[in-house]
């Protein structure tokens, strides 16, 4: 006999129950992971709230107009460095055939020459401006184009240095360019870009066979390329005040924009004595006048007037240390990038 028909009320209660209590079972379940995730997102939103809180300024409707004031002022300065920056880009840098730059070259060399002739500067026979590889070779023609800017800056750099008045030039190098050597600059170094620098750090003996840390979650600032280097080094001898000529003009170029890597200033002669200083210091003691009649000497009663030594300069070119001061200098002339548009502040 089937227990189930003959207590057929009690074994509905029992289905009915147990289906009603799977059903609370998985609504409860349910409830709860829906709870937990609604809990942890109001733990994550309190802790974002409590974090802006804590900025300076804090985020709101006033502080969020200020700081678009203050975004739009940095990029009025942004534009206007830019434009300055522009004044010493080229107007063209499309190649020109091997030839024509060849022929400059040699224009170049010519008149500088002469010129150095004519101020009585020294420079090397072997120098060919810094493109000594070009006497017998052409450059490729895809790099025409910044060679003939760069051979513009090295003619105009050469004769600052005949009317500044430096009496020689020498060791004047010029590093290749990645387009003489067909590459593109890429990641040779030879970019200035914008933006924190990430140097990469030294790993030290103690840290050795460790693993390394864990990077940081912070996020590194874009870098923008903003100009190309173009390396030049040279030494240069002469007066100090034709060395300081130079470096002046070097600095307040409004054709060409280089940027001082290195400058080391020798004098080559040594620190005088104070014996060598005394026998180059002219006397002014002056032979006194006797009158034969009274044998009174003039002026005993007034205080002898020195006049100024014929050779002080002299003296001050022993003192600090004689005519010729040598200097070298590592320059980098910059050949800025096209304009970048910077966004719209609305």
Do not use: C, H
């Not at 147990?18 to 992971?33: D, E, Q």
């Not at 840098?93 to 500067?121: G, M, Q």
């Not at 001082?260 to 040594?270: D, L, Q, S, V, Y």
Request: hydrophobic share 40%.
């Amino acid at each position: 006999m089937n227990w189930f028909k003959e207590n057929t009320f009690l074994g509905v209660l029992i289905v009915v129950t147990s289906a009603f209590t799977a059903l609370l079972i998985y609504a409860g379940l349910s409830t709860a992971s829906k709870r937990d995730a609604i809990a942890e997102e109001v733990a994550v939103r309190k802790s974002s709230i409590k974090k802006m809180k804590s900025m300076t300024p804090y985020p709101t409707i006033e502080s969020v107009a200020e700081k678009k004031e203050n975004l739009k002022a940095v990029v009025a300065r942004a534009e206007a460095m830019q434009a300055q920056f522009n004044s010493f880009r080229p107007e063209s840098l499309e190649n020109i055939t091997v030839s024509t730059f060849s022929d400059r070259l040699k224009k170049s060399d010519a008149e500088v020459r002469a010129l150095f002739v004519e101020k009585n500067v020294s420079i090397p026979e072997q120098t060919y401006l810094g493109f000594e590889q070009y006497k017998g070779s052409l450059p490729k023609n895809s790099a025409t184009g910044v060679l003939a800017y760069e051979l513009a800056a090295i003619d105009w750099l050469f004769r600052e240095f005949a009317a500044a008045g430096v009496s020689k030039v020498g060791n004047f190098t010029r590093e290749v360019l990645p387009p003489e050597e067909g590459k593109d600059w890429g990641k040779s170094g030879a970019s200035v870009k914008g933006g924190r620098s990430s140097k990469p750090k030294s790993r030290s003996k103690s840290s050795r066979g460790r693993s390394a840390p864990s990077k940081s979650s912070k996020p590194s600032l874009p870098t923008v390329s903003v100009a190309k280097r173009l390396p030049i080094a040279l030494t240069i001898a002469g007066p100090e005040p034709s060395i300081r000529k130079v470096i002046e003009a070097i600095a307040n170029s409004d054709q060409f924009f280089f940027d001082a890597r290195i400058a080391r200033i020798k004098n080559n002669a040594g620190v005088p004595s104070s014996q060598g200083i005394k026998k180059a210091a002219p006397t002014t003691d002056v032979a006194p006048v006797v009158d034969d009649e009274f044998g009174v000497v003039e002026g005993d009663d007034e205080e002898p007037v020195a006049e100024a030594p014929t050779g002080s300069s002299e003296v001050l070119q022993r003192v600090s240390g004689g005519n010729d001061v040598a200097a070298y200098i590592r320059l980098d002339l910059l050949l800025f990038e096209e304009s970048l548009k910077f966004p719209a502040i609305k």
